[in-house]
């Protein structure tokens, strides 16, 4: 009997040091937040996955600028981005200033050659007065596998967080 009173006891003092041992967690409510997997990084320029308690999205930070793309249109913009080095090597000999342009549906890719500046790569949505994005051949190495998976790591983020 007395054993029996003593681990009550003991049960009954072990719940309440666990319950009052900090605040209820029914107190905190999480509206506003950020998630954030960085998942290239090359100098200045990061690729990540951000998800929010409304959107998953693929953010491209660049040395001047950022963006946001959804998954697919990185995927799309990849695909173009892969054929950096063939741009590369056609415009390289060039004694003026060369452009091609090509595009997704929501973007256009300009490849870039001139004596005086070299060879760049520009991002830029088609119907916004949105920001342009400029990167050089290793940046698009960098980023180019992540921007290639970018469907893949959205849906990744989006199983594992799950607030």
Not at 30 to 41: G, I, L, N, P
Not at 95 to 121: M, R, V, W
Not at 124 to 145: G, H
């Amino acid at each position: 009997m007395k054993t029996r009173l003593i681990l009550s006891l003991l049960t009954l003092v072990g719940l309440c040091v666990t319950t009052a041992g900090g605040p209820p967690q029914d107190k905190f409510e999480m509206k506003d937040w950020e998630f954030r997997w960085t998942v290239a990084k090359h100098e200045e320029i990061r690729l990540s996955v951000v998800k929010d308690s409304e959107r998953t999205v693929i953010s491209l930070r660049t040395r001047m600028d950022s963006d946001t793309f959804s998954p697919h249109d990185a995927e799309e913009i990849a695909k173009i981005l892969a054929t950096t080095e063939d741009h590369f090597k056609k415009m390289r000999p060039a004694t003026t200033a060369i452009d091609e342009t090509l595009e997704t549906e929501k973007y256009k890719i300009s490849f870039h050659q001139s004596p005086e500046n070299g060879f760049s790569i520009f991002i830029k949505e088609k119907t916004s007065f949105s920001s342009m994005l400029i990167l050089d051949r290793q940046d698009v190495e960098a980023i180019l596998p992540g921007m290639s998976q970018a469907v893949a790591m959205a849906e990744f983020v989006d199983k594992k967080i799950n607030p």
